[in-house]
């Protein structure tokens, strides 16, 4: 008893107060904090897109079918795609706009691919809270702008599908897809 | 703690004694929800909200466990499972309108109570805690009731999940990764069904948990009361049982009344007909809205239509979508600070002539609020809800301290006993009178 005392109170050639059993007291909790710490990793990414959600292969879309202003919806990991056929009046509409008088600011050329400028392939996701805007089907109401109209709270997108009024943030988002054939559009 | 006048546990039977002194459960019962609680005598009808919403919660607890042992979270099989419930399951129609209305009831139940605080300035010193981890509670309903509406995966639940899960992607920089997480993919899809369900079996028995520490931090001061002067002494008392377990029971039968009434005959009153459709995630339904309950916040999350922007320029410093959200979260966050902005040393409204004005304009402006988040988003609701949405941060953050500061309070009553007999001998003793 005496002796650990001792040998606790004073080390040979360390600081009078300062224990051996503070260093052990430290060491171990910290030991201790890592580990939890490291388990909460697979308990946190268990929660991040499983392997099989993130596979989700590729959406091949064939387009020949898409007469000149007409659009339909394709199926890209579970979401809708908007592909969108502009006529060149609606291509003109679009690139009349004045830029900075865009909340989001791009040209219909930077969302479309070179020399397929007629071509309009964005998410059907409404950049505000995920709902998917009306304006691809026939007798769909297209917004004030004659692109896209989100019902649920009023977002509008143009033709070049850029967000013009409403609470949206940001532009239909253009997913990253190829031309593998002139009519064949692979995205993903 | 309780008051020195409280009755004593004095168990006779032999084996209630043996069990006294190894588990003393029936003590505890006693000393908590029997008589040897001594609880004001004066409380009125709204002090009854609190055990109806316990017992909201054990109707949802009940019937929820037996839903999920009919029920199958796999987006493939969730919707016909819960019509499996509705047409096959015995009595599984009943289980399930009655856990769909009860949480219907649950939030009538837990508004009154809410409002009743409000009011009765139940919020203020010593009882400040007990209104946290009340507002605690109310956001685990909130998530709570949010995640079971996901479950029966029809129309309105995924596109519920898909807007409410959307709020986190309105975070600067992590949102979008964040949103990806919450859902474990990019639109709801098992995963997040899945956990979904996990969590909705999961959080009632949190919510029980804080609801035995907010009673627990109940019986430190004791019940508030109509006036809000503390309990002086034993003549401003009566036992909680058989007082006030009467009082609760014919309370319990009037909740009951009305609940039935809701469950038998109006089962699909507060529901969409939407949700009967099976979840298509390529199909929006033209008007969505989130469950009535929901409707203020909703309201006040799409107040905020344009961005907050330095005038003159595109320069934006906070986009419409984040206002809103952090807008919806504040509405409830604020209430956490509402023992503090409200000043005024009177507790109860009853004594509180301006207050009583400014409690009932708020509960106007949140029926308002109401109102137009359940009604499309479009003119002149828009319009309506952002002064609506304005007004209730005013009330809060400017009239509410204001009053407190500026308001004289018409005089209290020397003591509970008085102001239910006209005189209390107390008083008459005191040197002053």
């Known amino acids: 008893m005496t002796q650990t005392e001792v040998a606790d109170g004073v080390e040979p ?15 171990a909790v910290s030991a201790a904090g890592v580990g939890a710490l490291a388990v909460l990793v697979p308990l946190i990414s268990q929660m991040a897109p499983s392997a099989d959600v993130l596979a989700e292969a590729s959406t091949e879309v064939d387009i020949s079918a898409i007469a000149v202003g007409q659009a339909i919806k394709a199926v890209f990991r579970k979401q809708p795609v908007f592909v ?36 309009l392939i964005t998410m059907g996701v409404c950049t505000h809270l995920g709902c998917v805007p009306l304006g691809t089907g026939q007798g769909e109401p297209k917004g ?37 054939s002139p009519t064949v559009v692979k995205i993903g | 703690m309780s008051f020195p006048w409280a009755k004593h546990y004095q168990p006779t039977h ?18 908590s929800v029997g008589a040897g609680f001594p609880v004001p005598r004066n409380l009125n009808y709204m002090w009854n909200f609190g055990v109806l919403a316990g017992f909201c919660l054990m109707v949802q607890i009940v019937t929820g466990v037996i839903l999920a042992m009919h029920y199958a979270a796999n987006t493939d099989v969730a919707f016909s499972s819960t019509e499996h419930i509705m047409r096959d399951v015995n009595w599984g129609w009943m289980l399930r309108y009655g856990h769909a209305n009860g949480a219907s009831a649950f939030f009538v139940v837990v508004y009154a109570h809410i409002f009743r605080g409000l009011y009765f300035g139940s919020y203020k010193a010593p009882r400040e805690m007990i209104w946290l981890l009340g507002v605690v509670i109310f956001l685990l309903m909130m998530a709570t009731a949010f995640m079971g509406y996901v479950l029966p995966w029809g129309q309105m639940s995924f596109w519920g999940a898909q807007v409410i899960t959307g709020l986190f992607s309105a975070i600067p920089l992590l949102g979008d990764a964040l949103h990806t997480w919450l859902l474990g993919g990019f639109a709801p899809d098992n995963a997040a069904l899945n956990r979904f369900f996990s969590l909705h079996f999961l959080l009632p028995f949190v919510i029980l948990g804080v609801v ?61 007909p ?68 409200d000043t005024s040393p009177v507790r109860s409204g009853h004594y509180r002539p301006t207050f009583r004005k400014a409690y009932w304009a708020l509960v106007v402006d949140v029926v308002i ?25 005013l009330h809060f953050f400017i009239i509410l301290p204001l009053i407190s500061l500026v308001e004289t309070p018409q005089p209290l009553p020397f003591s509970i006993t008085e102001s239910v007999l006209g005189r209390d001998e107390h008083a008459t003793l005191a040197p002053a009178e």
């Not at chain 1, 291509?91 to 009349?96: P, V």
């Not at chain 2, 627990?216 to 009566?238: F, M, Q, R």
């Not at chain 2, 459709?277 to 107040?303: D, G, K, M």
């Not at chain 2, 961005?307 to 410093?317: K, Y």
Request: charged share 15%; hydrophobic share 45%.
């Open chain 2, 14 to 31: 032999p084996a209630m004694v043996w069990l006294d002194e190894r588990l003393p459960l029936p003590r505890f019962v006693y000393n």
């Open chain 2, 369 to 393: 609020l109401g109102y137009c988040g359940g009604s499309p988003a479009e003119e002149p609701f828009v319009m309506i809800s952002q002064l609506a949405a304005a007004y209730y941060f």
């Open chain 2, 274 to 341: 939407d949700n009967y459709i099976t979840a298509n995630p390529l199909q929006t339904p033209a008007h969505i809205v989130p469950e009535w309950y929901f409707w203020p916040f909703y309201a006040i999350l799409r107040a905020f239509t344009s961005d907050l922007a330095i005038p003159f320029t595109h320069i934006v410093l906070v986009p419409a979508k984040l206002l809103g959200v952090l807008a919806m979260f504040s509405s409830i966050l604020v209430w956490f600070a509402l023992p503090w902005l």
């Open chain 1, 13 to 27: 050639g360390g600081q009078p107060g300062v224990r051996r059993r503070d260093f052990i007291e430290i060491a």
């Open chain 1, 84 to 119: 969108r056929h502009l006529t060149p009046a609606e291509i003109a509409e679009a690139d009349k706009v004045p830029l900075e008088s865009l909340r989001d600011p791009q040209t219909l050329e930077q969302r479309t691919k070179p020399g397929k400028t007629q071509w």
């Open chain 2, 212 to 272: 035995i520490l907010h009673i627990w931090a109940l019986h430190i001061p004791g019940s508030s009361n109509p006036t809000g002067v503390e309990v002086k002494s034993e003549s401003d008392t009566v036992p909680f049982h058989p007082y006030y377990t009467a009082k609760d029971g014919f309370g319990l039968a009037v909740f009951l009344f009305f609940y039935c009434g809701l469950l038998f005959f109006f089962p699909n009153a507060l529901g969409h």
């Open chain 1, 144 to 180: 004030e702008f004659g692109g896209y109209f989100c019902p649920c709270h009023g977002s509008q997108y143009d033709t070049a599908a850029r967000i013009r009024k409403g609470p949206a943030p940001k532009n239909l988002q253009v997913p990253d897809y190829v031309f593998s």
